[in-house]
């Protein structure tokens, strides 16, 4: 770990125009992602700026009858929210599928869709990594990539997102808001928050420089069957091999974002225009364009048969 | 004391304190957090510092040069060792691979450097400002790919062995079966990193350290840092799991001991759990060729176990066919091992080596074999059970009640229950069972103890046995109670110290039987002091109560410690009786898996184990050892296996986030039961061990229950859904 400085962040717009006074800054919340990083100096900041502080913490209804999740709410408290189980419970069963009881202690909302992929060669600093230090190669093509992306990959990347939380977000079109260090305000919707690899697999979402989220918003309820599964080797505590984050609604009609299988929660809406067809023709959609590798082929497959087993639970 | 003779009525067989189910006489220790392991010893007029490790970037090759400019001009460094600054260094006798010194690369994450600084934070930060250039070379690092150029190995390994006519009676054999079966490089991956503080005074060194054989690295430290043995002092009495990656000296104990050299202080320096695949030891992978053959009756004529695995250079075969040549009856048999040099790291003992990637493959083959047989695969073991050494039929088994164990267990587990292979279907679970026999040998070390008596009437015990969290304070209070006739409360003991009798330490499950023996051996001699001390004829004496009593005389035992207190010490060594009679310990795994019917993720619902090892010395602690050896069994069926990346030669895993071992949520209720056994031939505890017998099997029970749900038969470990999805049932 590198030393670093630190401020406590008093204000929205002061900590955003702190990250924008420094391009060598991060964001601290919850701190469960970023500590690790910094201990094996995959991240390497020379400035903290901790938001902890800027009482973003709160769940509130918005006149549309949607919900805003404000960016520290911890992902134990999100997932609790009686709101939230009651019309969203996609994202309290994904928020729960993820992690440990600790760590959801900590994680925060914003902090949760800002984490970073597990792959292992962007874990090791001996290894060449594009997201890591960009340009600098790909170490895990060609190497051992049993849980890596299947679809939406590049030659320069081809990590995963491994966030449970933000395939729920995804099936359920939040909108991030943010505030820039001008304090203009943005509201980007998930599906345009988080980038393909491409050639800059270092960016990973849309924000700008010193850009800070505030909330997460959710639309109003839509009803439906709402599940979440997710496929691992190891029964708790382990990152998705694939999670399929689908709404189900009595006619067959419905949603389904899919987790472990690329950069970014992978949701199709024409796949979605699949889904009353079957697993087969909505998996179809979903992983036409899949570009696998021989260790993680079997992904493919498993997209199919576990949205069959949604689509069979929603029906049952 | 020398084992020589069958154990007849000796003070143990009293049982009054051992056997009892006793807890864990440390266990308040490690609950509240006083009991200190290596990092931790913490002495505030000490000024420690600290010391971090720089690993290898590179799998193979040299060290051309070694920057330090930065790193030492770093905050609080206080000195920066490199293994170009120490230079070649002699090896420990026990490591394959060289932990320090030197240019020469042998593996990815070879210790290059140490460096030291004021806070562990500033030597971490340090370490990673240390630049290696490198001249990289070419290595192997794929077992497959190394098969053709395999080698048979050292004769002392017995590579090849050989009864009857194999091939003639394969040929011969109506049902026969000829399979390959793989199992992956596995990582010790025990709660607590390796780690040491050295201190320096004057030409001796202090290390307090988590090893399990105490006198094996105090030998090679002693040898790697080029002082004699008697200038090394090694303290190691709590550690935080071994499972035989704390068995021989590792980098830690010597960066630390380079790193006080060097600054004049004490140093602390832990391996970084990303250190423990690839500058440590693993259990290495297997390509492994099982032929049998059998009459239609069942009756194995022909068996044949082949294992291939790597190793570096000077390295050791993983013996995964030993356990073949004893297993089942059969007159025509063959073994072979053959030993591929690969760049990976070093390879070595891990809990039950040999046996447990051996019995993997084998009680899988066994499986595969009854079906083809239509025979139910319990029977299909009892019929081909056997009381002598197949290879010689003149050398008895001193105890073996493997069909016992079988017909026992099948009864407690409603084996007869077991359904038709992929027919039973519980919502989304396809349910099967699975069995598999458990076999370990019994192994025998010599082990020494001091045994001394207080005017309290207090035994103190002090041997350098080490325990890893199996319990051995708590049998050896028990033994030493036992012996001396007083409760356990009038027990202490003192273990893990270089300075105390040199004892089995803790490996190959030998550790609960020959220290315990130790002890036993030291307290006879204890007893005939405290005869002789109150004149009493020491064959008629007896200790019970805190009471010694002869004829009509009965003292207080504390009276006899008189105000310099007693002392017995002695060693127990072993005559040939493991020679002359084939000692090992027995049992069968069941468990039933279910596996979710869409995505193929396995799920295992129960587990039971029944053991026969002799006597068990404290059903609490041998509890624990077999079912935490079924818990490691299930992370080596389902999850466990260090990726290789085979172009750059590393485990790639190398993280308890990518190594997966099992969580609370993989494991169900675990039942464990121990047969009544005492082994006369044993030693006089007539006990054996349970720590590796309970993981011996559990993976191919599980494989075969996987199979029975499933009609899916998986031959590569672990058994990830990848491998079932293609044959599992069409989705409705």
């Known amino acids: 770990m590198k030393a670093f400085t630190y401020e406590r962040a008093s204000s929205v717009e002061g900590a955003a125009k702190s990250a924008a006074a420094n391009p060598a800054s991060k964001f601290i919340a919850g701190g469960t992602n970023i500590l690790d990083l910094m201990k094996l100096e995959v991240e390497c900041p020379t400035h903290l700026i901790d938001v902890n502080g800027l009482h973003l913490d709160k769940i509130e209804p918005t006149p549309e009858a949607g919900l805003r999740v404000g960016a520290l709410v911890r992902n134990t408290a999100l997932a609790a929210d009686e709101t939230v189980r009651r019309h969203y419970g996609l994202l309290s069963r994904a928020l729960l599928a993820g992690a440990s009881g600790q760590l959801r202690n900590k994680a925060t909302t914003a902090g949760n869709l800002l984490q970073r992929t597990r792959c292992p060669y962007f874990y090791d600093p001996n290894q060449a990594c594009n997201k890591r230090q960009p340009g600098s190669g790909c170490s895990a093509i060609g190497g051992f990539t049993r849980q890596h992306a299947v679809v939406g990959t590049s030659n320069a990347c081809i990590a995963t997102h491994p966030s449970d939380m933000a395939i729920a977000m995804r099936a359920l079109d939040a909108v991030v808001e943010t505030v820039k260090a001008d304090g203009t305000k943005r509201s980007i919707p998930i599906k345009d928050f988080h980038r393909l690899p491409g050639n800059t697999p270092h960016i990973e979402t849309v924000l700008e420089l010193g850009e800070i989220i505030t909330a997460v918003v959710l639309p109003p309820p839509i009803g439906g069957k709402q599940i979440y599964r997710k496929v691992r080797d190891r029964a708790s505590y382990a990152f998705a091999l694939v999670s399929i984050g689908a709404i189900i609604q009595p006619d067959g009609t419905g949603r389904v974002a899919v987790g472990g299988v690329a950069h970014k929660p992978w949701r199709l809406e024409e796949a979605d225009v699949e889904l009353k067809q079957g697993a087969k023709a909505a998996a179809g959609v979903l992983m036409a364009d899949a570009r696998p590798t021989e260790q993680n082929r079997f992904k493919i497959d498993l997209v199919e048969r576990t949205l069959g087993a949604v689509i069979a639970q929603a029906r049952g | ?732």
């Not at chain 2, 390994?157 to 079966?181: C, H, K, M, N």
């Not at chain 2, 009593?549 to 007693?566: H, Y």
């Not at chain 2, 084939?582 to 069941?590: D, E, N, P």
């Open chain 2, 1 to 732: 004391m020398q084992f020589d003779k069958p154990a007849t009525t000796n003070p143990i067989d009293q049982l009054k304190v051992v056997g009892k189910p006793i807890h864990r006489i440390d266990g308040e220790l490690k609950t509240t957090g006083l009991a200190i392991y290596a990092y931790e010893w913490h002495d505030k007029n000490i000024p420690y510092v600290y010391g971090y490790p720089v690993g290898s970037a590179i799998a193979k090759g040299r060290v051309k040069s070694i920057d330090t400019s930065a790193a030492k001009r770093a905050d609080g460094v206080l000195g920066v060792v490199t293994t170009l600054d120490v230079g070649d260094l002699e090896k420990g006798k026990f490591n394959t691979a060289k932990l320090f010194g030197g240019a020469e690369i042998q593996h990815y994450h070879q210790a290059t450097a140490v460096v030291v600084a004021r806070t562990f934070e500033q030597a971490r930060a340090a370490a990673a400002l240390v630049k290696v250039a490198y001249e990289q070379e070419t290595g192997s690092y794929d077992l497959r790919a190394a098969m053709p150029s395999a080698k048979k190995p050292d004769e002392s390994q017995e590579p090849d062995t050989a009864v009857g006519d194999f091939d003639a009676a394969f040929r011969a054999a109506p049902i026969t079966l000829s399979e390959t079966y793989t199992t992956p490089d596995q990582s010790h991956s025990m709660m607590e990193p390796h780690a040491s503080i050295a201190a320096w005074d004057g030409d001796e060194v202090t290390v307090w350290t988590s090893s399990q054989m105490i006198d094996w690295w105090r030998t090679d430290l002693a040898m790697t840092l080029g002082i004699d043995k008697e200038k090394v002092h090694l303290m190691s009495p709590f550690i935080g799991g071994g499972f035989g990656g704390k068995l021989f000296l590792r980098a830690d104990a010597v960066l630390a001991a380079f790193g006080s050299k060097a600054v004049g202080r004490p140093v602390k320096v832990a391996l970084p759990r990303p250190f423990m695949p690839n500058n440590t030891t693993h259990r290495p992978a297997t390509i492994q060729r099982i032929r049998i053959g059998a009459q239609r009756d069942g009756k194995i004529t022909a068996i044949a176990h082949e294992s291939w695995s790597g190793d570096l250079p000077g390295g050791s075969p993983e013996t995964a066919v030993n356990q073949t040549r004893l297993l089942y009856a059969g007159a025509n048999r063959m073994t072979a091992m053959r030993l591929a040099t690969l760049d990976l790291p070093e390879g070595n003992a891990m809990r039950a080596p040999g046996e447990a990637p051996g019995l993997m493959a084998l009680e899988i083959a066994i499986d595969e074999m009854a079906e083809k047989l239509g025979m139910d695969p319990i029977l299909f073991r009892i019929v081909n059970d056997t009381q002598v050494d197949p290879e010689h039929p003149e050398r008895a088994f001193s105890q073996r009640n493997l069909s016992g164990c079988l017909t026992l267990g099948a009864d407690r587990f409603g084996w007869k229950n077991r359904r038709e292979v992929a027919s039973r279907r519980e919502n989304n679970w396809l349910v099967g069972m699975g069995v598999a026999a458990a076999f370990r040998n019994n192994l025998v070390m010599p082990s020494g103890a001091r045994v001394k008596l207080d005017r309290e009437g207090v035994v103190t015990v002090e041997t350098d046995m080490t325990d890893i969290g199996t319990g051995s304070y708590t049998i050896i209070a028990q033994t030493a109670a036992e012996m001396m006739g007083i409760g356990i409360d009038k027990v202490a003991v003192q273990l893990g110290d270089s300075r105390f009798p040199v004892s089995a330490g803790s490996g190959g499950q030998f550790g609960a039987n020959s220290s315990t023996s130790g002890v036993y051996a030291a307290c006879v001699k204890l007893r005939e002091a405290v005869a002789s001390k109150l004149g009493f004829n020491s064959n008629d004496v007896v200790f019970e109560n805190g009471q010694v009593l002869s004829g009509n005389r009965s003292i207080p035992l504390a009276d006899a410690a008189g105000g310099e207190g007693l002392v017995g010490e002695d060693t127990i060594e072993w005559g040939d009786l493991t020679k002359t009679h084939q000692q090992s310990t027995f049992g069968a795994h069941f468990v039933e898996v279910g596996v979710d019917a869409a995505t193929g993720e396995t799920r295992i619902r129960r587990m039971l184990a029944v053991c026969a090892a002799g006597r068990i010395l404290n059903p609490i602690t041998a509890r624990s050892q077999v079912i935490g050896a079924m818990t490691m069994g299930a992370g080596g069926a389902l999850l466990e296996e260090l990726a290789v990346d085979t172009r750059r030669g590393f485990f790639v895993n190398h993280d308890l986030a990518g190594y997966e071992v099992p969580v609370h949520a993989d494991i169900p209720h675990q039942e464990v039961v121990f047969m009544d056994e005492a082994d006369p031939m044993s030693s006089p505890m007539k006990a054996k061990g349970v720590g590796e017998l309970g993981l011996c099997g559990v993976s191919a029970a599980i494989a075969n229950a996987i199979y029975n749900a499933t009609g899916i038969r998986v031959r590569r470990y672990p058994i990830t859904l990848d491998k079932l999805i293609g044959g599992l049932p069409e989705l409705a």
